[in-house]
């Protein structure tokens, strides 16, 4: 898998180019907020912006073809110089100069020169590089502590990185041993103990042991652990299984989706409600469409509007938007006609819809785009940075 791209300069135009994924992926579908440029080279700018930033917030832009980074005030502190840039994590941010990959600090620092001939991001103290044809993995010191010996490899997670010999995937210790040997047709990092792997087209998971505990089946391949469960389909309904493989909540359901905040969405018929971790239908199918609730509340669609319920079931934003995103940081996007804006969870309108493209708040701002223009706002809608062409 080709790492994603967090920023990346956009060739034949100078424009500072948005391509939002906001991730507003539910019952009802999902809506994506993107920008047309003159190029093939669109990436993605993440709603996670600031995930794991340290010392401080930065936030990515473009300019002239180049990448670099603001803070919250909207000062430019990394002057846009990169060919390509990534978000910070573990401390450091992989960019990109030329056709070689390295790392700079937070102030701007080259501390490990680009040299590489691709990276991933630093997690757990470690990077995945690629020399030549193969993969191996360096330290913050930029030295290469698992010689590059690979044919693909991934960031580590719980003490464990999947890595690619020939066709088939494995896993790796810190030490560069393998411990799960290579026979899976994919692999995926663990979280909360467990990595989905594939077989053929078929996705199932196993433990840190290399035990299958959830059989590969072409249905698991869009359905995720979250809060301990997984959405389970056996013959033609959907129930949870727990990280034992075993059935916890029984397949009735028509069609079921990811735990979040304690309750997941379930359908049945044409119809979209919640159920807990016991399998209780606590908000009855009655909607059109649905998605999972974040800071307490949930979008949820009667006829072709979107509002918001709480974890009652009652509706607390009537359905009157085109379309809405999740709530982060106490504001939800929502979109009326073709423009952009924001509400508070009174479903108050408080920043007025005028953006072309807009995408959630992090760390008290956000990305939005207006005609050919990208910039930032902050909560009170303010711009605090916006591109030239």
């Known amino acids: 898998m080709t790492p994603i791209l967090f920023f990346s300069k956009l060739k034949h135009t100078s424009v500072f180019i948005f391509l939002l994924i906001l991730g507003w992926n539910g019952a009802f579908g999902q809506l994506s907020m993107q920008a047309s440029a003159t190029t093939n080279k669109q990436q ?61 600090d937070s102030s701007g620092q080259v501390v490990i020169k680009p040299k590489f001939d691709d990276a991933w991001n630093f997690n757990e103290e470690l990077a995945a590089i690629k020399i030549g044809k193969k993969w191996g993995f360096i330290n913050k010191l930029g030295q290469v502590v698992i010689k590059p010996k690979f044919d693909g490899a991934r960031e580590f997670h719980e003490g464990l990185a999947p890595i690619q010999l020939g066709s088939k995937w494995g896993y790796i210790n810190k030490s560069g041993q393998i411990v799960i040997k290579p026979t899976f047709d994919n692999a995926f990092f663990f979280s909360e103990g467990l990595a989905q792997i594939y077989v053929g087209r078929n996705a199932g998971y196993i433990n840190k042991l290399g035990k299958i505990v959830i059989k590969p089946t072409f249905d698991n391949s869009l359905k995720f652990f979250k809060e301990g469960l997984i959405a389970t389909k056996i013959g033609k309904k959907y129930g949870y299984s727990n990280k034992l493989g075993k059935i916890v909540i029984e397949p009735t359901f028509d069609d079921a989706l990811d735990f979040s905040e304690g309750l997941a969405q379930i359908k049945v018929g044409s119809k979209w409600g919640y159920v807990n971790k016991l399998g209780q239908i606590v908000i009855k199918p009655t909607f059109n469409g649905s998605h999972s609730f974040f800071e307490g509340l949930a979008q949820i669609y009667v006829g072709s509007k979107v509002g918001y319920i709480n974890k009652l079931g009652q509706i607390v934003i009537k359905p009157t938007f085109d379309n809405a995103s999740d709530f ?28 072309d493209n807009a995408s959630d708040f992090n760390e008290g701002l956000a990305p939005i785009y207006v005609g050919r223009n990208a910039g930032y706002i902050d909560k009170t809608g303010r711009v605090v940075w916006s591109s030239t062409i």
């Open 44 to 104: 993605v700018i993440s709603s996670t912006v600031a995930k794991n930033i340290a010392p401080k917030t930065l936030f990515p832009i473009v300019q002239n073809d180049k990448c670099g980074f603001i803070d919250k005030t909207g000062q430019v502190v990394i002057k846009p110089m990169f060919d390509s840039a990534w978000e910070f994590q573990d401390g450091l941010i992989r960019i990109q100069v030329g056709s070689k990959y390295g790392y700079i």
């Open 328 to 355: 982060k940081e106490g504001l939800a996007i929502i979109q009326v006609g073709s423009k952009s804006g924001y509400i508070n969870k009174l479903g108050q309108i408080v920043i007025k819809p005028t953006f």
